[in-house]
């Protein structure tokens, strides 16, 4: 009782997590990348996408950061991430659901207020059924493949859907939209096939609005664009567009505290497997973060973090709560206990990363894990 008492009394947040990392989250760098690809897309408007925790970066956050900037239309991918969302924001937004309408789900939507994406002429169904038996006019998106194979309603059950439609009382369908599979690369012929298939669709919809690009198809002009934007990682400051200038602004940085510090001669063995031997004296610091908060075991003897600008390359595996660098290029007594180490930040973008070890900048944001203490700017 009375130990346990003490240690309550004694607990300090900033001791207890200041060994590990910090997670910054500049939300007003957020802010300024909503108005520019608010800007971007205008006179069509900017939603935003904020599935898997607005990208790990938090959603409630996030959205409600974005919600001041007078977004007013937020894509999750389920149905209980729509309605954690709905909880946390004003009622003058509209939430949809991206991954569709699930069987069973469909008073649990209609009560939480949340709007399905429907992805085949099945849902359509069903969701208007639901509709019927509640005597409510029920809300709703639908989707189309254009040519991903993924998610949307496909050729074939087009011209069904538009007969059903005619006849429907009970559904009101606020936008058709598609979803680009190339957009990140503007030179992709597939980009204009799309367009090219969303425009005969609309068509075939007339008199309902398009919601098209995403962020890279923010960037591929006014022709996609369309009423309603979805852009995700832009916003959280990856780059829309592959290999060219990234117009965003970085939200993320990520900090590690040092643990331990060591000099090691010549011929010493580093990290699990041994995978890495000295070659010279080398000093070496262990930081408090591994592959359980995100980092890839694959940045294992390739990756780095930095100093004040000097790059301070992985050596031997990224281990599951830990990393150790070689910090011998910088002057001696730099670096100790609690020192904290860049990530991700001015010298690092989660490109580098992403690029270190052959993935996407989304899939190193959402993999950044629980433990950091988080900071919202
Ligand atoms: C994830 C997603 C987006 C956002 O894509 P970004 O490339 O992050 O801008 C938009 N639309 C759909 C259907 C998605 O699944």
């Given at each position: ?35 520019k690809?608010s800007?971007a ?27 001041a ?36 789900g ?59 439609l ?53 960037f ?51 990290g ?77 973008t989660?490109?580098?990363v ?8 989304y899939e ?14």
């Amino acid at each position: 009782m009375d130990s346990h008492a003490l240690h309550i009394q004694s607990w300090d947040a900033d001791a207890a997590t200041g060994a590990s990392g910090h997670l910054t989250i500049d939300l007003a760098a957020l802010q300024r990348n909503y108005r520019k690809l608010s800007a971007a897309v205008a006179p069509a408007m900017a939603a935003a996408v904020v599935k898997a925790d607005a990208y790990g970066l938090g959603a409630e956050q996030v959205s409600k950061a974005l919600h001041a900037q007078g977004c007013r239309h937020f894509f999750v991918a389920q149905l209980l991430e729509a309605i954690e969302l709905k909880l946390r924001l004003p009622n003058d937004t509209q939430i949809f659901v991206l991954n569709g309408l699930q069987p069973g789900g469909e008073v649990t939507c209609a009560d939480a207020g949340v709007i399905p994406v429907l992805n085949s002429l099945e849902q359509f169904r069903r969701w208007s059924s639901a509709g019927q038996k509640l005597g409510r006019v029920l809300p709703a998106v639908l989707q189309f493949d254009t040519g991903m194979s993924r998610l949307g309603i496909p050729l074939h059950e087009r011209s069904t859907l538009a007969a059903d439609l005619k006849g429907c009382g009970n559904l009101e369908i606020l936008f058709i939209m598609s979803h680009l599979a190339c957009a990140d690369e503007a030179d992709n012929k597939q980009n204009a096939d799309q367009l090219a298939e969303m425009r005969v669709i609309a068509a075939e919809f007339a008199g309902l609005d398009v919601c098209f690009a995403n962020s890279g198809g923010v960037f591929l002009g006014g022709d996609y664009h369309g009423v309603l934007a979805r852009p995700g990682i832009a916003l959280y400051g990856g780059a829309p567009t592959a290999g060219t200038h990234n117009p965003m602004e970085p939200v993320v940085r990520l900090e590690v505290a040092v643990i331990q510090t060591r000099t090691v001669p010549a011929g010493t063995r580093v990290g699990y497997g041994g995978t890495h031997v000295t070659s010279v004296e080398t000093r070496l610091a262990t930081i408090a973060a591994g592959y359980a908060d995100g980092l890839p075991r694959s940045l294992s003897d390739r990756g780095a973090v930095f100093y004040d600008g000097v790059r301070l390359p992985i050596v031997g595996r990224v281990s599951m709560d830990s990393i150790t660098v070689d910090i011998t290029a910088l002057p001696e007594g730099t670096l100790s206990l609690g020192s904290l180490v860049e990530v991700l930040g001015p010298h690092q973008t989660l490109e580098d990363v992403a690029e270190a070890v052959g993935t996407i900048s989304y899939e190193i944001l959402t993999s950044l894990g629980r433990r950091y203490e988080r900071r919202y700017r």
